[in-house]
């Protein structure tokens, strides 16, 4: 909305040309969505405080955090709203990827809204029943694949890339590239989402790999940076960053008040919201595979799910009686059960996520 505002004065006055660059625009999306959420963060908990939107506890989760019952949720909307004012406000709005971007993010969080507003008003801690919420998932997930697809201009827009090889790329086809799209946004979703169990856990590892899909975003998008560095060159995706920026601006903005002891949760319509859009920002710049990387916190956390559930009815079946391979599942709350305090997993995970990014980042020129 700005760009065009800028570019329509830049006939008249040069400086506005300024506006142009994706780079300025990136800081000042995070800086309006990081402003944005410092003005409204106070007002939402007090509003989400008066109509008593708490949080629900798991009665078998760790006995720590019952204290955390009534703790305001749903705080996940501040984020979105500071995403997408950011983004509609510095983005170039003719740019089809910054519309799929938002579609993928809104839609995911509608979904998590709903999820949230079942377990604060009818009390139940498992929201929307886990076939719903997948149908639902998935509809938008397979929307958005269709149409990356069919708009795709160019081979690049669809081929698996494979990171620190300068030329190994694995053309997917129209169903291949359908298929990964569909699975990197549903999973990257729900991987946050069973992320976000401690105060300050998810949002920091979301926040350093939006910033690190950035600067991938921006590079895929500049033809010479594309071409120096032996990554694939995709028309448009550079206006990512802005909306990448714009992440990174509400995710620090929605720490200040989610850092321990948590002042608000963001709920399933932040976490669900998130992690679809981690994800379909990686497949449009073609870095899934570095996605999985540098998620690596989010992907570990879903397998020790996993690994706990099948493993526990695999052992059922054939001993009659369950077993677990963690003291609980996600992982976060088998090292609390080990005796690590909230605040040493969650610093110490942000530092294994830190690492992780900076690795996925080395691929840019390792190859």
């Given at each position: 909305m700005l760009l065009a505002l800028s570019q329509w004065l830049a006939h008249d006055i040069h400086g506005f040309r300024v506006f142009n660059y994706i780079t300025l625009r990136a800081v000042l999306a995070t800086l309006?969505?990081?402003?944005?959420?410092?003005?409204v963060g106070p007002t939402l908990i007090r509003k989400l405080t008066y109509y008593k939107v708490g949080q629900s506890v798991r009665d078998d989760g760790p006995q720590?955090?019952?204290?955390?019952?009534?703790?305001?949720?749903?705080?996940?909307?501040?984020?979105l709203v500071a995403i997408a004012i950011s983004t509609l406000l510095w983005a170039d709005l003719s740019n089809r990827f910054v519309w799929v971007a938002l579609f993928t993010t809104l839609g995911f969080g509608i979904i998590g809204w709903v999820d949230d507003w079942r377990k604060v008003v009818h009390r139940n801690p498992k929201g929307l029943s886990a076939k719903e919420k997948y149908f639902w998932q998935s509809v938008v997930?397979?929307?958005?694949?269709?149409?990356?697809?069919?708009?795709?201009?160019?081979?690049?827009?669809?081929?698996?890339?494979?990171?620190?090889?300068?030329?190994?790329?694995?053309?997917?086809?129209?169903?291949?590239?359908?298929?990964?799209?569909?699975?990197?946004?549903?999973g990257s979703s729900n991987a946050v989402n069973l992320t976000d169990g401690l105060d300050g856990l998810a949002i920091m590892p979301t926040v350093m790999v939006a910033g690190a899909l950035a600067i991938f975003a921006y590079v895929t998008g500049h033809f010479h940076f594309s071409k120096y560095l032996g990554i694939a060159f995709v028309p448009g995706?550079?206006?990512?960053?802005?909306?990448?920026?714009?992440?990174?601006?509400?995710?620090?903005?929605?720490?200040?008040?989610?850092?321990?002891?948590?002042?608000?949760?963001?709920?399933?319509?932040g976490a669900l919201a998130l992690?679809?859009?981690?994800?379909?920002?990686?497949?449009?710049?073609?870095?899934?595979?570095?996605?999985?990387?540098?998620?690596?916190?989010?992907?570990?956390?879903?397998?020790s799910v996993a690994a706990q559930v099948l493993y526990f009815k695999y052992t059922k079946k054939r001993f009659g009686e369950g077993?677990?391979?963690?003291?609980?599942?996600?992982?976060h709350h088998h090292y609390e059960q080990k005796g690590w305090?909230?605040?040493?997993?969650?610093?110490?995970?942000?530092?294994?996520?830190?690492?992780l990014v900076l690795v996925g980042l080395s691929t840019l020129k390792l190859r």
């Open positions: 309006t969505a990081l402003t944005i959420s410092f003005l720590t955090h019952l204290i955390k019952a009534g703790t305001p949720t749903m705080g996940g909307a501040l984020i997930g397979f929307s958005v694949a269709v149409f990356l697809q069919q708009t795709a201009t160019i081979p690049a827009e669809t081929t698996l890339l494979i990171p620190f090889f300068k030329s190994m790329v694995l053309p997917l086809g129209a169903v291949g590239f359908i298929v990964l799209t569909y699975l990197v946004v549903v995706a550079g206006e990512l960053a802005v909306f990448c920026a714009a992440m990174v601006g509400a995710g620090l903005g929605f720490l200040w008040f989610n850092a321990y002891p948590a002042e608000v949760f963001m709920g399933d319509v992690g679809a859009a981690l994800g379909i920002v990686a497949v449009i710049v073609r870095q899934e595979i570095v996605l999985f990387i540098m998620g690596g916190v989010f992907v570990v956390e879903t397998f077993k677990r391979i963690f003291l609980m599942a996600p992982l305090k909230e605040t040493q997993v969650v610093v110490r995970f942000w530092i294994v996520s830190m690492i």
